[in-house]
T-cell receptor, first 113, second 112 residues
Framework: DGGITQSPKYLFRKEGQNVTLSCEQNLNHDAMYWYRQDPGQGLRLIYY???????QKGDIAEGYSVSREKKESFPLTVTSAQKNPTAFYLC????????????FGPGTRLTVT | ELKVEQNPLFLSMQEGKNYTIYCNYSTTSDRLYWYRQDPGKSLESLFV?????AVKQEGRLMASLDTKARLSTLHITAAVHDLSATYFC????????????FGGGTRLMVKP
């Protein structure tokens, strides 16, 4: 089955620890995206990548880092510099060209205490 | 900066009633999307609207786009409990990354 997988579904960490969220897609999509969703709010873009070994900051990149070493993988690291990391994180991917839409993964709920 | 506003933010309605959710955006956009999100779940794509006057319908939901007014509507006809969810609109600006800017969402609760 083609799709986007995110793991784990739930993640708990202590404050001050870095944590990496996984996002994998087998859709052969060039572009991948990371969004953050806080309770009762819409999604906000953290980082995006249009091609392997290249990525750009979104609206709320501070305290996060990403890598894009493989086309199918776009992991997100939430660093200790992110002041309010507890949130629902969604990964998405899209084929090249503006006529295609983004497909979303199932999400990872991160809780930092 | 592209901004997207939805209203209402919360909507409680009786089964069988009709209602409309509004989505306004601030600058020219290539396309507009409507998504549904159930609690704790990811986003499910409902509609993609590409041009002025576009109208799409699926079951009890109908979406329309007026690019001149920078307004999209999601109309609910004869609501049923299964439509209870949060609905988001999102637009792509004229940017290279085809990034989506989301509205704040409308939480719909349909009461039996």
């Amino acid at each position: 089955d083609g799709g986007i997988t995110q793991s784990p579904k739930y993640l708990f960490r202590k404050e001050g620890q870095n944590v990496t969220l996984s996002c994998e897609q087998n859709l052969n999509h060039d572009a991948m995206y990371w969004y953050r969703q806080d309770p009762g709010q819409g999604l906000r873009l953290i980082y995006y990548s249009q091609i392997v070994n290249d990525f750009q900051k979104g609206d709320i990149a501070e305290g996060y880092s990403v890598s894009r070493e493989k086309k199918e993988s776009f992991p997100l690291t939430v660093t200790s510099a992110q002041k309010n990391p507890t949130a629902f994180y969604l990964c998405a991917s899209k084929a090249s060209g503006s006529s295609y839409e983004q497909y979303f993964g199932p999400g990872t709920r991160l809780t930092v205490t | 900066e592209l901004k997207v506003e939805q209203n209402p933010l919360f909507l409680s309605m009786q089964e069988g009633k009709n209602y409309t959710i509004y989505c306004n955006y601030s600058t020219t956009s290539d396309r507009l999307y409507w998504y549904r999100q159930d609690p704790g779940k990811s986003l499910e794509s409902l509609f993609v609207l590409l041009s002025n006057g576009a109208v799409k319908q699926e079951g009890r939901l109908m979406a329309s786009l007026d690019t001149k007014a920078r307004l999209s509507t999601l109309h609910i006809t004869a609501a049923v409990h299964d439509l209870s969810a949060t609905y988001f609109c999102a637009v792509t600006g004229q940017n290279a990354g085809n990034m989506l800017t989301f509205g704040g969402g409308t939480r719909l609760m349909v009461k039996p």
